[in-house]
């Protein structure tokens, strides 16, 4: 967790910089507003819910969670099973522990039930010197679940693994985080969703997921910055987990990576927030693409801008795979994209 600010953004939830990688990760005008515009409503997920008893996620980068808690926070009575992939397990195990405006605690704890299955909480929270973290960062951490860890430790409990028990979370939610609701709430709600997780390169913990997914979320940092993730051999990858009606969403509108999608033959799409675009959705559904590409989005795809980034065996680093995008765009014979703007 080195190198990693938290600031507040403008919705009052807790957003993350990255220092070595100098940018943000979440949106100032709020984290989890962003995961509700980008992610959950193009997804068609709030519709998908009223339809389906079970829904299959993956969040591609879930960082410190914004998208799969979002996607639970409106999931209506259907049952949500989603896979996450991260590179860093830090933020994994600290996502429960955010603030992140979200005032519902069954979501909280059921984060926590799965997190539990990975190891013992109160290990995890002193191993990753979350403690550390917290005593520097009070603000930007959910108290509630803070002081579970606190009374956890205090009473010697130690849960991870088989020992875990979701009535054990529920007599922690009865006895000690909100005594005053006690007769509000019957049981964990999210009790038939789960959540899973693997660590590691997303290009490698892809392969081992054997599954059609509903809706995919990918969040990446920018092309510029993380370009393995956004390379037409990894959209492939991602292709191969979708079915007909599946729908790819991501904050991009890279033209490479639009181009990308094209040439893998999915339909295309732009999300429009307040009239600007400010993202992308993919289908093989073309009802599923709200705001298609214009004849403009097109063309610029067809000007140099609209080379790819490739990775044919998912191992370059990232400066090879800018490199060679480089070398290609300087052997091209198409025309440049700001030679295509000033024409147009
Ligand atoms: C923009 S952040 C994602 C924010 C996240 N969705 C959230 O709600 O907090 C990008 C994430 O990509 C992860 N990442 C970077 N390179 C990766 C890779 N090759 N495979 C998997 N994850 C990667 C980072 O650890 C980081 O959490």
Redesign the pocket.
Known sequence: MKNIDFYMTEDGSAG?Y?ENIK????SKTG?LKE?YDKFIEPSFLCELSEKKTAINIL???????????CALMYKNKTNLHIDC????SD?IFL?PFIKDNIYDINLKLFLLSEIFKLGDISYIFYERKFNRIYENNADFFEPSIVRLIQFLITKGYIYSGSTLNLSFLHNIYYNYISTDMKNDVKSLKYINSSISFKF????L?LQKLNKFYDVI?L???TPQK?P??WTINFLNLIKNKMSKNSVLVTYSKSTPFRSALIELGFFVGKIYINDIDMGSVASFDKNKIINPLTDYDYSLINTRAGIFYEDYNLSLSPSEIINNRENKISLSDRISHTAFRKSH
């Open positions: 993350l990255d940018d943000i990760y979440h984290a995961a969040d591609i980068c879930y960082g410190i969670g914004y998208n799969s808690k992939l991260d590179i860093n933020l996502s590691g390169d997303a290009r913990t979320f969040d990446a940092f993380a393995e993730l």
